[in-house]
């Protein structure tokens, strides 16, 4: 009765050890409580072998020998199951193995032939059961006395097996666990040198997308400004059907070329969505004047219709708000070949400062199906890649102006029904705004607008070349980006000195809603342009 005592006093010494146990303390916990146990039983040496069923092997992992007790560890690897078949299958089927003789085993048994040379009279060997897959054994040795194993002992010895097997499970999941941990910790390096690389492939192809479109868009402004000159001189028909090709060449390119910047911008998050007084009417007309022109010249009906309680000065972002109106009439145009075109703003709904607008843009054209409407938004995707080869495109119009309008704060929807037409739908809140700050007003043009004569400053330029250079450069100036402020303060003091304060206002107002990089350029270049008259 004492030594059960005791042995469950070991056993819940050990118990104690095993719940607080680190990873790197099982290996020498698991030897000392091995030893403890074999002490108690009076063992000479007590050891954990693992089964390895796949290979029919079995290894000693572990190993504890009282003084005197040679090890054996090293020459108990891998040994073969087909030597000890008998064992290994009682091991396999939970049973424990008691061999109180060792020397009344048969000659020929394999594992007398193992353990009479280690001089062992006497064993037990304990299988170690993970619910009922055998992982292994835990056995004591007997070598200079014999021991009886009592049935309470027996009974103690397997609680032992089931810590262990519990402390050896834990101990793999914490290994999985550690591992996982050192794996996600060199992932998360790996990744952060990614996202390093990335970054900085991002900023080289931000660089390298605003210096291109820079170095593109000044040369196309030169070839569009002279083809709009040439356009007005004595060309035949045939002249000026070259002249138009090449116009509309050289705005397709433009576009393409504010796309991608654009798009760049827009993955980079950099598209800033301005906020300022500006003209419905003036925007409505400049983004829808070519598309207009094209219709009428495919022989569609077009119609652009404003609700009389639209208010005309809004504050918001004209520029970007003119480019999703152009891009999504521009398209009504391409895919429309019969019918018309019907373009309708709506007031949606507006209180004593706000208002809500809708944009409509009809058309009778080749309409889409429901699936290739889901693929409307994506980047670099036509609703058909037929539709890529027969109206060209590179699916990138949508997805700029879906963004646009949703950093707008309104949202973008389509209806559209196969061989007869689509409708977008895009919908924009709006403060009102001020006239004041909207600049001229609907329906005045610039050169309507009264303005006070110049000073005594003697022009740079006669009253005729001045208006001759300046009717060119307001030409060029139509149809672009947002300019930026230095530009536009810095076309201001250079054209102020040659008496030019009437084309000054025309130029800042087209120049607030559209960005022309290379204006200061060329106005310097027409500044300097020695006086013909």
Not at 84 to 112: C, F, N
Not at 432 to 440: I, S
């Amino acid at each position: 009765m004492e030594d059960q005592t005791r042995l469950q006093t070991i056993l819940m010494n050990i118990a104690a050890q095993y719940i607080n146990i680190g990873l790197a303390e099982v290996e020498d916990t698991l030897s000392l409580t091995l030893g403890e146990m074999a002490a108690f039983v009076e063992a000479d040496r007590a050891y954990i072998f693992d089964y390895d069923w796949n290979a029919g092997t079995c290894s000693n992992t572990y190993e504890w020998c009282s003084k005197g007790t040679s090890p054996e560890i090293e020459h108990l690897q891998d040994v073969p199951l087909d030597g000890i078949r008998q064992w290994a299958d009682a091991h396999k089927g939970g049973k424990t193995m008691y061999i109180p003789e060792v020397s009344a085993l048969p000659e020929g048994d394999g594992v007398r032939q193992i353990l009479e040379p280690q001089q062992v009279k006497s064993l037990i060997a304990i299988p170690i059961m993970d619910k009922t897959h055998c992982t292994g054994f835990i056995g004591f040795d007997s070598v200079k006395t014999h021991h009886v194993y009592s049935e309470k002992e027996r009974s103690l010895l397997l609680l032992f097996a089931e810590m262990i097997v519990n402390v050896r499970n834990r101990q793999k999941s914490d290994q999985a666990l550690q591992n996982y941990s050192a794996e996600l910790e060199t992932k998360n390096i790996q990744l952060d040198n990614a996202l390093a690389l990335a970054e900085a492939a991002r900023k080289t192809k931000s660089e390298f997308l605003a210096n291109v479109s820079h170095e593109i868009r000044t040369p196309m402004n030169a070839i569009i400004g002279f083809t709009d000159m040439l356009e007005k001189t004595g060309l035949d028909k045939q002249q000026q059907g070259y002249v138009l090709k090449i116009n509309r060449a050289a705005d397709d390119l433009l576009k393409i070329i504010n796309r991608l910047f654009d798009f760049s911008k827009m993955q980079d998050r950099t598209l800033v969505i301005e906020k300022r007084d500006f003209n419905l009417d003036e925007v409505l007309k400049k983004a829808t004047r070519t598309a207009e022109k094209k219709a009428r010249e495919k022989g569609i009906g077009y119609t652009l219709e404003k609700d009389a309680a639209v208010p005309p000065f809004l504050k918001g972002d004209p520029t970007r708000l003119g480019q999703a109106i152009l891009n999504l009439v521009d398209n009504a145009v391409k895919f429309t070949e019969k019918g018309e075109i019907r373009i309708r703003v709506r007031c949606e709904g507006q209180d004593k400062n706000k208002v809500s607008l809708g944009f409509y843009i009809e058309d009778t054209g080749i309409g889409m199906t429901e699936a290739q409407t889901g693929r409307l938004f994506c980047p670099f995707t036509q609703a058909d890649a037929s539709v890529t080869r027969k109206y060209e495109g590179m699916g990138l119009g949508l997805v700029i102006v879906k963004n646009s309008i949703e950093l707008m704060n309104g949202n973008i929807s389509v209806q559209s029904e196969h061989g007869r037409g689509s409708c977008f739908c895009f919908f924009i809140p709006f403060e009102k705004g001020d006239p004041a700050g909207a600049g001229r007003t609907p329906g005045i043009d610039a050169e309507e607008t009264k303005i006070s004569p110049p000073g005594k400053t003697k022009p740079l330029l006669s009253p005729k070349a001045l208006k001759e250079k300046m009717a060119v450069l307001r030409d060029l100036l139509e149809g672009y980006d947002t300019a930026s402020v230095d530009l536009i303060e810095q076309i201001t003091d250079s054209a102020s000195k040659a008496g030019m304060e009437k084309e000054i206002l025309d130029l800042e107002k087209k120049a607030a809603a559209y960005n022309f990089d290379a204006a200061l350029e060329i106005l310097n270049k027409i500044l300097k342009t020695p006086d013909s008259v």
